[in-house]
């Protein structure tokens, strides 16, 4: 019920993505362009503009949303983003660098930044994601040694991603903290992909996960004498949100608290004992492309998005957790 | 094997448990026999936990092997473990907005599969575990809002709930007032005698384990300080061994099941009691 309305939402924000922008659209003009019955310049500014950066708010967003329930139920902690599995901290040293050691942005042109940023943040967050999996390793993993070392790893690697900007000049640094803030003013359908990809592979093997899930609520062993195997199980929710968060991390920056935030969301407006995965990607879908539509469509100058959703996403949350009480409090 | 031949529903063979330091328990063999009630009983830190885990394999032997019904535990995949053995540890987490039945219901997990959802079948053995517990009226409950023995007993008709042959259950009466103590062991009785479920499990009251156990165990110092009937178990000598304890035991006057009564000042100056920090 809650995934249906949440679901119409995300479409109506995808289609108003697609009518707002410097040449407004009505509806009828979207559906025509969608339905094969635009012309040609509707559908070069349409398909070829803005349909990559709409779907991308909607792929990185659900990505985030769907790490966040993911991360945020595997360590019984809702302040466990994927953050703390070190993917974001790892992409955002990778792209960095990438700007400010790769010669400048301007320097190396449009193609590194459609691709070649992409990938080094996708290569900085898998490798750091590897580390931090690789040390929290001791006959297993044990979910709070992971956070502390991801933590650890996080901090060491922001250190020096601000060491490299404050090395860098000044337009090199603008860029980067362009990228850092969450941005999705650059992408093109070669970045869209590749998340939109990740999504399609990583929502049903995170779904197969569900129950396991809500098994490991009930404490380690007690998920083991109901036959949860809890190292595979482990291993495949770890590996979807790192997988999901490098993506949307890739293509779009680190979308600040969307991962946190949706989640939450979700949680209390399904009312679970958990942050419903589909819910959770829904919301984060809607929150991610809602507020590229405000930063499009309404508000003056092109503001990364980033800002909005932790703007608009963290007062909505206070909001519903003043206001409810009882089912869904405490996590 | 058993010495009558039968194959035991979970034995030990040559077991090492370890955590990080030197082992609590060392190549220990015990077998526990099918359809019977068996309790460990021990002070704090002797290991009755552990060994639980062990037969439960939430703690993989060091040395040696676990089997459940003949077959090694290391080889068989731990949901058909899960259809045969409940597990109910000492510290389950109570998950946030959760009412009673939905956390009852996960006692079905082992059960279910993505081509096998939820059936007649899980919703009737849910029913059955909360009319067992006597928690039929606070089903829609959030568990979170319980008293310590309702909890108890929510986990309690969790393990019921995974109708499996074998129980293994950590301190089940913890929490509860003497009356609720005598309700869920008469339940696990009644469990073990109409299903012919096998029940280990770990009390600290003797006289609540000689009462409601066909065998006991005791354990102290890294190993079996005795193991028997109730009448067989309880003697002042294990009770000074494995406690450092001096008590009288008598017959209950109301079952005939030993009565450990503590000697007047024991507690007071006694010796130390073994496996203690
Ligand atoms: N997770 C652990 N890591 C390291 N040592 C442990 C762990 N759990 C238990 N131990 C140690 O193993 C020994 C046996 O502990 P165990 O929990 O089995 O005792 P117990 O008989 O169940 O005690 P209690 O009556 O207090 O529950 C103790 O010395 C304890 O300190
Ligand atoms: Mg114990």
Redesign the pocket.
């Known amino acids: 019920m809650v995934a249906a309305v949440l679901l119409a939402g995300a479409v109506g924000i995808g289609l108003g993505g697609l009518m707002v922008g410097s040449a407004p659209f009505t509806l009828q003009e979207v559906l025509g362009v969608l339905t094969g019955a635009g012309t040609p310049a509707q559908e070069l500014v349409l398909l070829e503009f803005r349909a990559p950066r709409v779907v991308a708010g909607l792929a990185v967003g659900a990505s985030l949303g769907l790490a966040g329930a993911l991360t945020q139920t595997f360590a019984r902690n809702p302040l466990a983003t994927p953050d703390i599995l070190g993917v974001t901290s790892g992409a955002a040293l990778g792209a960095v660098a990438a700007i400010c050691l790769g010669g400048g942005i301007y320097a190396v042109g449009v193609p590194l930044l459609a691709l070649g940023l992409p990938a080094t943040a996708a290569v900085g967050g898998l490798v750091t994601a590897a580390l931090v999996y690789g040390l929290s390793w001791r006959h297993g993993i044990d979910s709070y040694r992971l956070i502390l070392i991801g933590i650890g790893v996080t901090a060491a690697l922001s250190g020096v991603t601000s060491y490299l900007i404050a090395q860098a000049k000044i337009t090199d640094a603008q860029a980067a903290a362009q990228w850092l803030v969450g941005n999705l003013s650059g992408v093109s359908w070669a970045s869209v992909w590749p998340v939109v990809a990740v999504l399609a592979v990583v929502a049903p093997v995170a779904a197969f996960q569900t129950r396991n899930l809500s098994a490991g609520q009930l404490g380690d062993e007690l998920a083991v004498g109901l036959g949860v195997p809890l190292g595979r199980h482990r291993l495949i929710v770890i590996a979807c949100a790192v997988l999901a968060t490098a993506a949307a991390v890739s293509a779009s920056g680190p979308v600040e608290f969307a991962a946190f935030v949706s989640p939450q969301i979700g949680l209390r407006l399904a009312r679970s004992a958990r942050p419903p995965l589909a819910a959770s990607a829904l919301v984060g879908a809607v929150l991610v492309a809602g507020a590229d539509l405000l930063v499009r469509g309404v508000l003056p100058g092109e503001r990364p998005v980033g800002i909005i959703t932790a703007m608009v996403g963290a007062p909505y949350l206070i909001w519903l957790l003043t206001r409810r009480r009882g089912k869904g409090e405490e996590l | 094997m058993t010495a009558d031949g039968a194959v035991p529903a979970l034995a030990a063979e040559g077991v090492t448990l370890t955590?990080?330091?030197e082992p609590?328990f060392e190549s220990l063999s015990l077998a526990i026999g099918e359809g019977q009630v068996t309790t460990l009983v021990?002070?704090?830190?002797?290991?009755?936990?552990?060994?639980l885990k062990a037969f439960g394999r939430l703690l993989a032997p060091r040395a040696g092997q676990v089997s459940l019904s003949g077959r090694r535990l290391s080889t068989m995949p731990t949901r058909q473990i899960a259809r045969q053995l409940a597990i109910l540890p000492?510290k389950p987490l109570t998950p946030p907005a959760t009412t009673v039945r939905e956390l009852v219901s996960r006692g079905r997990h082992p059960h279910q599969a993505w081509l096998r959802p939820w059936t007649g079948r899980d919703a009737a053995a849910v029913e059955a575990a909360l009319e067992a517990t006597g928690l039929a009226g606070l089903a829609e409950r959030d568990a979170s809002t319980l008293s310590g023995g309702q909890m108890q007993r929510a986990w309690i008709a969790l393990v019921l709930a995974q109708e499996t042959p074998l129980a293994l259950l950590d301190?089940p009466t913890t929490f509860l007032d003497l009356a609720h103590q005598l309700e869920v062991l008469g339940l696990v009785r009644r469990v073990n005698q109409e299903r012919g479920t096998t029940v280990l499990m770990?009390l600290?009251d003797l006289w609540l384990a000689g009462r409601f156990s066909d065998r006991l165990i005791v354990?102290a110092g890294g190993r079996v300080v005795a193991d028997g009937t109730p009448w067989e178990v309880l003697t002042p000598a294990t009770l000074r061994e494995a406690f450092g304890l001096e008590a009288e035991v008598m017959p209950d006057p109301v079952t005939g099941t030993p009565l450990v009564v503590p000697a007047a000042g024991s507690g007071a100056g006694g010796p130390p009691r073994p496996?203690r920090?």
């Open positions: 955590y990080d330091r609590v021990g002070a704090n830190g002797s290991g009755k936990s552990t060994l000492q301190e770990v600290h354990l496996g920090l």
